[in-house]
């Protein structure tokens, strides 16, 4: 049966093939554990459950909500961010609600993309960066994900070899899936680049909240000027435990934001009003539940360092995030990133993310999500040591180990 133009668009989806085998095991009573989806495990902090209970017992909230976000929840984020960031947003032209990031930067591509448009986009990256716009009609051309002088010398030739110019370059720092880091001078660069080349600046600021250091990750909209062509995306996702809520937002550049909430106004009426009520409430109450997480995933990133480096897996410690980005032993690394996670899941009952299904310059690494809690992630690394230990013996026929590509 022929696809559809857009789905044609679209290449298999490489997590797909993990999640069956992963399935298929558990149906045969194989104990998964499943560190391959970035799906916080942690329970939703009590006061805004609380708050949701509350709200949904008002008639009143069950009717049609707005589109944009309610006025109380837009006013919370720009409070947010003058807090957090020492950034001034008015609620009314500057900060838009989505239904969690992913459709807020799916709907931002429909917003602004003419067919044939060029987007910058990192590689490795969060797939709805690059896939929201070719579905969009845009023309993705790839920069690194790293934020280095490399990253610049790919900004330079862009401009220089596209036709036409690129639209807008996406960030996303911290990184899903490398977990690379941003400064304040990196995000300064950029913004004079953008400015300079009247270029659009779409940041992805989902981890803003899950860092282990002592320096809290900065938004782009910092940097002064930023306001002029950049736009960012936030979520509850993980810095509340609010995944299945799908609540995030979209503030910045009024140009960016109208054009999403004005595609919006036509897709949908926004979250139901007792879960932006609750977001509301999580917004401008206490941050101790967010210190409190911020620390679990800390100690299940020490965890994870420890166990699969006690297995014989060397993995380099992310500064934030809630993933570990996982260099695939040398061994192994001729199978490639999803055969990797396949052996991995059949033979250690482990499932993590193949790379590839971030981009082709992450097939030599596996994304692992701090997602389980310690006993687990202790499991995990015993599982992994009795396969590592084990591979020369029963894998002789699978690959030829000790070689490399």
């Known amino acids: 049966m022929e696809e559809f133009h857009k789905t044609r668009r679209l290449p298999p989806y490489v997590f797909e093939e993990v999640n069956r085998l992963k399935a298929k095991a558990r149906a045969e009573g194989a104990d998964i554990i499943d560190l ?9 902090p009590k006061h805004i459950v609380e708050k949701l209970t509350e709200a949904v017992q008002d008639p ?8 944009k976000g309610i006025h109380g929840l837009r006013k919370a984020q720009a409070s947010y961010y003058g807090r957090r960031f020492g950034v001034k947003l008015n609620p009314d032209t500057q900060v838009v609600a989505t239904l969690g990031s992913k459709e807020g930067f799916a709907n931002m591509a429909q917003a602004i993309t003419a067919p044939g448009d060029v987007v910058l986009s990192p590689n490795p990256s ?19 994900a790293e934020p280095g002088p490399e990253f610049f010398h790919a900004l330079e030739r862009a401009v220089i070899h596209s036709v036409p110019k690129p639209l807008a370059v996406i960030l996303c720092y911290p990184a899903n899936p490398t977990a690379y880091c941003a400064d304040i001078e990196f995000y300064r660069d950029v913004v ?4 300079k080349h009247e270029i659009f600046i779409l940041s992805d600021l989902a981890y803003s909240e899950i860092y282990f250091g002592e320096t809290p990750p900065p938004s782009v909209l910092q940097v002064p000027g930023a306001m002029d062509v950049a736009a960012e995306f936030t979520s509850l996702s993980k810095t509340f435990s609010m995944p299945g809520w799908r609540m995030g ?18 897709l949908d009426y926004g979250a139901f009003t007792p879960i932006q009520v609750a977001a509301t409430a999580a917004l401008n109450g206490p941050d101790d539940c967010i210190v409190e997480t911020r620390a679990i995933y800390k100690k299940r990133r020490d965890v994870v360092v420890d166990a699969f480096g006690r297995a014989g897996w060397d993995i380099p410690a992310p500064e934030a995030s809630m993933f570990a980005w996982a260099p695939i032993p040398e061994k192994f690394k001729s199978l490639g990133s999803l055969e990797f996670s396949k052996l991995l899941l059949e033979k250690a009952e482990v499932a993590v993310a193949p790379g590839l299904g971030f981009g082709e310059y992450g097939d030599d690494f596996v994304r692992i999500g701090l997602v389980e809690n310690e006993q687990r992630l202790r499991q995990a690394g015993r599982n992994i040591r009795r396969f590592l230990d084990g591979a020369d013996e029963t894998l002789h026929n699978v690959i030829p180990l000790g070689s490399s590509r």
């Open 36 to 44: 391959g989806m970035g799906n916080p495990d942690l329970p939703t």
């Open 60 to 67: 009143r909230t069950h009717r049609y909500s707005a589109s």
């Open 192 to 195: 004079a680049f953008a400015r």
């Open 249 to 266: 937002f979209a503030v910045g550049n009024e140009r960016l934001i109208s054009a999403l909430a004005r595609v919006k106004s036509y």
């Open 126 to 144: 969060y797939p709805i960066h690059t896939f929201g716009f070719l579905m969009a009609g845009a023309a993705i051309r790839s920069i690194p």
